[in-house]
């Protein structure tokens, strides 16, 4: 038991380690992604009011003086650029078009070449910057207050709106009065300059850069941020949630282990049970899973060895009774022997004994045919069968033994087959038996007559022998698949058989997956069916099916 929670717990670990490097990748896929948008979102509200002031300038010579001075301002080459000057791939372009911000790390050089397309224009801004400094945040502030400078200011509000929403970061405008700065950056606003606070925390992802700008003479300060550093996701976490997922996955295994190891408990009780002897011991095989199956394959093989059991003693029982007779005779035809002078007596009592030799030999291959399909042991070997060819083999070899009685096959069933319905899967060998064993009963019953038939019901397969002969009750047609039963005695007798025939025709049909039923046939007679299905079916071992046999 514990060996099984030790696999699966074993399984488990092996399964979180992978899942472990798994979501390391992941974990490092998805900081590279949240960086390029982080540093998207910080570049993005700058680049678009580079772009905007590059779009106001009227003449060349404006707008390369603007370039000059937005190259100072951000302390890097600024260039303006047409389609034919870039060389970039589809998405980027796509990514340009739709508003954003490109940046191609050159991590090697130590260099990013950033893009961004002129609103509504096939012109593009492209810069390569080395690093990001404050001289780029104090650019920017300067950059908001030159936009809304183009613009009366009552408007200011609604332009401040529009500005806002490029930015990925907060933007306001607050009143001088309410600014939290120590007295050397209020004088340093006081004196009109860009001011930038950091407020260095001691956690990491609280620390971040403010930037100040006085908004003209209206008493209000600019104010850009919180800006703040970009965190990635820990490695440490990883672990923390790969320890804990540990032990939440060792307890589910332990919960799901138990109900386990009480069913196998179980089942190895009955076990125990069954070796002592006990053959009504079941073990519960509610569950459709693989004890489940265990379970239900045990309680197959109960049930297959209780009937085993119970059809030893109904055989031993049968044969002892059935053997009697002809060893009688056979007692009774030597002692007589002794006696008899006549050569031509002698002879004529000889071939008597010889007869009821033959007799006892016959009887016995049927008791060892019958024993050995009871004991699950002929290997069933399923092949296309041609069924017209068989009910032809049979017919030609049970023709010469017929005794005047007409054997024939049915040929209108056959005319309506297709060619494909011609072949059925099944053991060629033990079909052969089941025909033989029904065609030479019915032979003991028919009066002139006996039909044999071969047809195809949707996806099963149909083997039919009717007689003329008186028929069988219906009060009886269960009982005559039971070994050596017999309807009437007397009747049996002068007939003969040992009533193993059908016994073993009910097993080879439920060995196919089918059964064998009998009926009032058109002509007044007995009419044995066997249906199987058609299609091949994976060999099922007779365990499996014995909770299904009578």
Avoid: C
């Avoid at 019915?442 to 006996?450: D, G, I, P, Q, T």
């Amino acid at each position: 038991m514990n060996s099984i929670f030790l696999r699966i717990y074993g399984g488990m670990l092996a399964a979180i380690l992978v899942v472990g490097l798994i979501a390391y990748g992941a974990v490092q896929l998805a900081n590279s992604y949240r960086a390029d948008e982080y540093r998207e979102q910080m570049a993005r509200g700058t680049f678009y009011l580079m772009a905007r002031g590059l779009q106001r300038q009227q003449t060349p010579e404006e707008l390369e003086r603007w370039r000059q001075v937005l190259g100072r301002l951000m302390s890097a080459d600024i260039k303006v650029l047409v389609p034919a000057e870039l060389d970039l791939t589809e998405q980027e372009l796509g990514r340009l078009e739709a508003g954003r911000v490109l940046m191609r790390l050159n991590d090697s050089e130590g260099y990013a070449d950033i893009y961004f397309q002129l609103p509504g224009e096939q012109r593009y801004l492209s810069t390569r910057m080395t690093r990001v400094s404050e001289q780029q945040a104090r650019a920017t502030a300067l950059l908001i207050l030159d936009e809304l400078s183009q613009f009366p200011s009552n408007q200011w509000d609604n332009e401040f709106a529009r500005i806002q929403r490029h930015f990925g970061y907060p933007l306001n405008r607050v009143p001088f009065e309410q600014l939290n700065l120590d007295r050397e950056q209020l004088l340093r606003l006081e004196r009109r300059e860009v001011v930038l606070a950091i407020d260095d925390s001691a956690s990491r992802t609280q620390s971040s850069v403010q930037v100040y700008a006085p908004v003209g003479s209206t008493g209000k300060v600019l104010v850009l941020g919180p800006m703040r550093l970009f965190d990635q996701y820990p490695v440490q976490m990883l672990l923390v949630v790969g320890g804990l997922g540990l032990l939440a996955m060792g307890l589910a295994a332990y919960l799901l282990v138990r109900p386990l190891q009480n069913r196998l408990f179980r089942l190895g009780s009955a076990v125990e049970q069954l070796g002592r002897g006990n053959l009504n011991v079941r073990a519960d095989a509610g569950s459709p899973d693989a004890i489940g199956h265990l379970a239900a394959t045990f309680n197959g093989m109960t049930a297959h060895i209780r009937r085993l059991i119970e059809s030893q003693r109904e055989m031993t029982r049968a044969v002892s009774h059935e053997l009697r007779t002809p060893v009688a005779r056979l007692r009774f035809g030597l002692e007589m022997l002794a006696d008899i002078d006549d050569g031509d007596e002698r002879r004529s009592k000889v071939e008597a004994l010889d007869r009821d030799i033959d007799q006892l030999d016959e009887l016995i291959d049927e008791i060892l045919t019958f024993a050995r399909l009871e004991e699950g042991s002929p290997s069933l070997d399923f092949v296309r069968v041609m069924m017209p060819a068989l009910l032809e083999r049979l017919h030609d070899e049970l023709i010469t033994i017929s005794g005047g009685i007409d054997i024939n096959i049915d040929e209108h069933a056959l005319a309506a087959l297709s060619p494909e319905d011609e072949y059925a899967f099944g053991s060629e060998r033990y079909l052969h038996r089941v025909l033989q064993n029904l065609v030479t009963n019915a032979l003991r019953y028919a009066s002139s007559k006996v039909t044999l038939r071969y047809r195809v019901d949707g996806e099963l397969a149909v083997l039919e022998v009717e007689d003329d002969g008186p028929g069988i009750a219906p009060s009886d047609r269960q009982r005559i698949f039971k070994p050596f039963a017999r309807l009437d005695e007397s009747r049996q007798r002068k007939s003969g058989g040992y009533g193993l025939g059908l016994s073993i025709v009910q097993r080879i049909a439920e060995w196919h997956g089918g059964g064998v039923t009998v009926q009032e046939g058109v002509m007044g007679g007995a009419l044995f069916s066997m249906t199987w299905p058609r299609q091949p079916r994976s060999a099922a071992h007779v365990l499996g099916q014995a909770d299904n046999m009578p």
